[in-house]
């Protein structure tokens, strides 16, 4: 959700084996789908090769602050270790699997709603260079809902149809979310009311959503 400034793996010297490895071990995985049936693939394990999770998921966790890649949710993993996402679902992108551009620290909410979907469309990357949440995004207060400006519809509607899916495909506008970020937003907002006497002095990284605090901040300034 928030924009991912990824480096190349070759700056992350604990990935060196996932930079040796991942398209050699992404044409195995290949290889083993293509001799199985469909069926009998849906219910193969997917594995990390080497143990590579343990380096991988402190790497990505890095790039989002510890925050979800998709809805900003945060703290993530607490009670269990947070998923991996692949942005290219693995059964039908196995030559992805392991592609370090693939990857993305996730929670298990949006980790769930996107393989619901099973049917792949191309959403926005929140690593792609040119992605910003303030170009496609914004939060409704009333319905406490992410939406996408609408004109982009008119001005850029292939953008405008990838915001979309994206925002569909990890069920950001879930009722559950939608409560949350209005309780949020009430908590913030009384936090920069307050500032003498705080209920919550954390720090911008620390919230849930980040887009919250930015939208409660300006409301401030402009109040
Ligand atoms: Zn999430």
């Known amino acids: 959700m928030e924009k991912i400034n990824r480096p190349p793996l ?3 010297p604990t990935l060196k084996k996932l930079e040796d490895n991942w398209e050699q071990w992404g044409q195995e995985l290949k290889e083993y789908q293509d001799s199985k049936g469909k069926k009998e693939r849906a219910g193969q394990q997917f594995s990390w090769r080497e143990g590579i999770a343990k380096d991988l ?3 990505l966790e890095n790039l989002t602050d ?3 890649s998709f809805c900003d949710g945060f703290p993530i993993g607490e009670t269990v270790e947070p998923p991996i996402e692949h942005y290219h679902p693995k059964g039908d992108f196995p030559l992805q699997a392991y592609q370090w551009e693939n990857l993305f620290y996730c929670c298990t909410d949006c980790n769930s709603e996107a393989n619901r979907h099973k049917v792949f469309e191309f959403t926005l990357k929140p690593d792609e260079a040119d992605y910003e949440f303030k170009s496609y995004f914004y939060f409704d207060l009333e319905s406490g809902e992410l ?3 609408e004109h982009l519809e008119r ?3 292939e953008e405008y149809k990838r915001a979309n899916s994206f925002l569909k495909r990890y069920g950001i506008n879930s009722p559950k979310r939608k409560e949350i970020r209005k309780g949020l937003f009430n908590d913030v907002k009384n936090y920069f009311q307050n500032p003498y006497n705080p209920t919550d002095s954390r720090e911008r990284k620390l919230w849930k959503y980040r887009y919250i605090y930015d939208f409660a901040e300006r409301l401030h300034a402009a109040s």
């Open 10 to 12: 070759s700056d992350i």
């Open 57 to 59: 998921r402190p790497a």
């Open 66 to 68: 510890g925050h979800c």
């Open 147 to 149: 939406l996408v400006y």
């Open 155 to 157: 001005d850029k509607p």
